[in-house]
């Protein structure tokens, strides 16, 4: 499997890369990036790429893959609606449009969130958008969507959060993570198994195309 991932020096992305890397089913991964990850793996190539609003430049580099794991994300915390809806549904919409145009038998896998409100009506901002992007990627011409709605990932393997404020939450929310396994396991995931969920999905679809917790979790 060739595959294509946004938002890999995101905690997401990081832990969705590290399993691609190391699933003997993925070929290769192009990580479109801001800045190179310093990284470097013989199935991994960057292309870096300052517009995710447009990808006319480089679209020459984007055909001939089978999925899209698309990572990239911001925290609505302080943010206007419109700034977040610029790059939540913006950035996300520019990127599959392309995509489906030149790999119409792709398969593009979402991160969305959990609670998102697919009604597009809610008081909540960041649901709204996240439902309307939802939305939006479902009515695009992939060979399927599916759309990811993790809650509380704990990062493994190293991983850190690019955002200070999820940092500090994570390192006082790390003595009770144990608790909260054994008392409610859908109520978290990790890093590892997300990654792992969305490679499985990219390769043998799924029965829906909304993922909650408890989808991410049974997929091992």
């Not at 890999?8 to 990580?31: F, H, K, N």
């Not at 520019?94 to 009506?121: C, H, K, V, W």
């Not at 993790?150 to 991983?159: N, S």
Request: proline share 4%.
């Amino acid at each position: 499997m060739k595959i294509i991932l946004f938002g890999a020096s995101g905690m997401i992305g990081q832990g969705v890369l590290r399993e691609c890397l190391a699933d003997p089913r993925v070929e290769r991964v192009l990580a479109i990036v801001r800045q190179p990850l310093g990284r470097s793996h013989e199935k991994l190539r960057e292309l870096v790429h300052g517009d995710f609003q447009d990808y006319a430049c480089i679209e020459s580099e984007l055909s001939g893959y089978d999925a899209c794991l698309f990572c990239l994300g911001v925290s609505s915390a302080g943010m206007k609606e419109a700034d977040y809806r610029r790059i939540t549904y913006g950035f996300t919409l520019a990127a599959a449009e392309t995509l489906a145009r030149l790999n119409p038998a792709m398969t593009f896998l979402y991160i969305s969130g959990q609670s998102t409100d697919d009604t597009e009506q809610g008081r909540i901002m960041w649901a709204r958008v996240k439902g309307a992007t939802e939305n939006a990627l479902l009515r695009l011409p992939f060979r399927a969507v599916y759309l990811f709605r993790p809650g509380f990932i704990q990062p493994l393997h190293g991983i850190r959060s690019r955002t200070r404020l999820y940092r500090v939450f994570y390192a006082l929310a790390c003595p009770l993570v144990w608790l909260v396994k054994r008392l409610a396991p859908d109520a978290l995931t990790t890093t590892e198994q997300l990654g792992r969920a969305m490679l499985r999905v990219a390769i043998e679809g799924y029965e829906r195309p909304r993922l909650e917790m408890r989808d991410i979790n049974r997929l091992r």
